[in-house]
């Protein structure tokens, strides 16, 4: 079955504790996006990556790291968390080039205390 | 920012009924995308329409997009209880990437 995946699912952590939440899909896809929601600002992007060793930031980068080792896998690494990172988190896949839909996964709610 | 805004925020209608949605956006654009989202899950992508298209239908779901207004509107006819969830337009960039920048949403409840 085509997907996206992403863990944990849920997560509680303290303040600047470095976690990394893992995104994998099995589509052969070269673009992924990291994206988080917040009540009433919609999806915003954090960092996207459009094949091996090719990152760059989204709209909102701070905070965040990225890397992309392996065509499938797009982990987002928070070095030191704090409560304003308290968010969803969704990881996303397509193909390049516009005109694409996004696969997207479940998401991770991240709860930073 | 590239966001777009959807409008209304919040609509609620009764089962049978048509629900239409609005969304706006800032910048030129290679395409706009609206996805659905159940509560608190992953998107997922309902339709596509490129920027050279001015309507497009999918089952009960016909899109509109207007470039001269940069505007678009998704009605969803014939709603059913199971329409319930947030809908999202996302517009694609022009640049060589797949970049979506998405509203802000609306929740739609179809009513029994």
């Known amino acids: 079955e085509a997907q996206v995946t992403q863990n944990p699912r849920y997560l509680i952590t303290v303040t600047g504790k470095k976690l990394t939440v893992t995104c994998s899909q099995n589509m052969n896809h070269e673009y992924m996006s990291w994206y988080r929601q917040d009540p009433g600002l919609g999806l915003r992007q954090i960092y996207y990556s459009m094949n091996v060793e090719v990152t760059d930031k989204g709209d909102v980068p701070e905070g965040y790291k990225v890397s992309r080792k392996e065509k499938r896998n797009f982990p987002l690494i928070l070095e030191s968390p704090s409560p304003n990172q308290t968010s969803l988190y969704f990881c996303?896949?397509?193909?390049?080039?516009?005109?694409?839909?996004?696969?997207f996964g479940p998401g991770t709610r991240l709860t930073v205390l | 920012s590239q966001q777009g805004e959807e409008d209304p925020q919040a609509l609620s209608i009764q089962e049978g009924e048509n629900a239409t949605m609005n969304c706006s956006y800032k910048?030129?654009?290679?395409?706009l995308q609206w996805y659905r989202q159940n509560s608190g899950r992953g998107l997922v992508h309902l339709i596509l329409i490129r920027s050279n298209e001015r309507e497009k239908h999918s089952g009960r779901l016909r899109v509109t997009l207007d470039t001269s207004k940069k505007s678009s509107s998704l009605l969803i006819t014939a709603s059913r209880a199971a329409d319930t969830a947030s809908y999202f337009c996302a517009t694609g960039d022009q640049t060589g990437a797949n970049n979506l920048f998405f509203g802000t949403g609306t929740r739609l409840t179809v009513i029994p």
């Open positions: 910048t030129s654009i290679n395409n």
């Open positions: 996303a896949s397509s193909l390049v080039g516009g005109g694409n839909e996004q696969f």
